[in-house]
């Protein structure tokens, strides 16, 4: 069972919450390893050998795959231009969704023209509450169940978005403009070991719609960089 269900909700008691932490102990920091892994702006892609580029590319792309881990976060990336008043060529961040393993697929997509931020889980709508600037932002519990995935709201605008089971994290900001969405992941050193896809990992993945692969050790700057 989760920590919620343990040790904050209605019917926890003390002895459940014992419970947990004798069942579940504090792991160690050192099997942790932040990286600064992710997308952001319009939008620049930090990647999980520590490179970083911009990509505007239109449409759906993986960001990320690990199937080792079956884990997989998929990006939708629209043009700027497409807002009122501005020609801008660049692309952001609109939508994504997480799947990791057996948990439930998360998808969180920016209604920018509504200026409206939806959360899904498996397809269902969140209803979400005003945001208690009193309460603490470790107790903003938007969404939990007994299958290890938590989602907090740390702020109006920031979301944490949390895998107890293999302890990989997502940080999720929302512009105040309803114009971009920054996501930001926190992995385990264990899975920096397995072969990494996507946006994020290996360019190899990058494949043009006719079939052709995108090779990350092509000299060409135009191929790499004006790839849409």
């Known amino acids: 069972m989760s920590y919620e269900s343990c040790c904050t909700r209605s019917k926890a008691t003390d002895a459940t919450c014992k419970a947990y932490h004798e069942r579940r102990p504090a792991g160690k920091c050192e099997n942790i ?6 997308g952001n702006g319009d939008p620049h892609f930090s990647t999980i050998h520590g490179g970083s580029y911009t990509f505007n590319g239109h449409g759906e792309y993986t960001l990320l795959k690990v199937s080792a881990f079956n884990l997989e976060v998929q990006v939708r990336l629209e043009p700027i231009s497409d807002l009122p008043n501005t020609e801008d ?13 057996n948990q439930p697929r998360v998808q969180f997509e920016l209604l920018r023209s509504l200026r409206l931020l939806e959360i899904r889980i498996d397809s269902k709508l969140l209803g979400l509450e005003p945001f208690d600037e009193e309460l603490s932002p470790f107790l903003n519990v938007i969404y939990t169940d007994d ?4 989602i907090r709201q740390t702020h109006t605008t920031s979301f944490l978005i949390s895998y107890s089971g293999n302890n990989v994290q997502f ?10 969405l920054d996501l930001f992941a926190i992995i385990p050193h264990s ?28 000299s060409n700057d135009k191929v790499l960089f004006f790839y849409c």
Not at 33 to 38: A, D, M, T
């Open 191 to 218: 899975l920096l070991e397995s072969k990494i896809q996507g946006l994020l990992g290996d360019l190899e993945s990058l494949v043009y719609p006719n079939g052709t692969r995108l090779s990350s050790t092509d």
């Open 171 to 180: 940080q999720v900001q929302l512009r105040p403009a309803f114009d971009f």
């Open 89 to 101: 060529k660049a692309t952001s961040i609109t939508a994504f969704t997480l799947q990791n393993g």
């Open 147 to 150: 299958k290890h995935l938590t």
């Open 33 to 38: 390893w932040p990286v600064p892994l992710g």
